[in-house]
């Protein structure tokens, strides 16, 4: 194991996910990498007052997704340097969370994928099937499920 990378979505399960991953990475000397993705919600994307925002302040839909996953992800990589003991790096994107998971997964050297059991969307994941599932089924590399 050469790198961590660990999912947040600011949820609980997410900061003990985060937490433990910095821990982790610390013991046996990996790099760690904390991710955060967010996509457009329904309600959103039909909301006329969201469109507006958007051309007031100039945006596209992906770069206001990208700054939400950011909000998320810089508050998560101030905590986890104070365990990990050093500069964290962080990825930011608009998508879903399992694809681009995956698709970084491929990009590390040896990764080992850290996620919690329950995001921010429960009722999603019952449906739909969680985050920490479907990555477990489909990751190309180990999976930690943080409870």
Known sequence: MRSVLAATD??????????????????????????????????FALD????????????????????????????????AEKIYGAKVATIARAGEAVDTLIAL????????IVVGRRGRSQLAGLLLGSVSQKLVTHAPCPVVVVP
């Open 10 to 43: 600011g949820s609980d399960s997410a900061e003990r996910a985060v937490d433990f991953a910095a821990g982790l990475a610390k013991n046996c000397g990996a790099k760690l990498v904390l991710i955060s993705t967010a996509t457009l919600d329904s309600r």
């Open 105 to 112: 997964a491929a990009e590390y050297d040896e990764p080992v």
């Open 48 to 79: 006329a007052g969201f469109k507006v925002m958007l051309q007031t302040e100039q945006i596209s839909v992906g770069e206001f997704l990208e700054n939400e996953a950011k909000s998320v992800v810089s508050p998560a990589a101030s905590r």
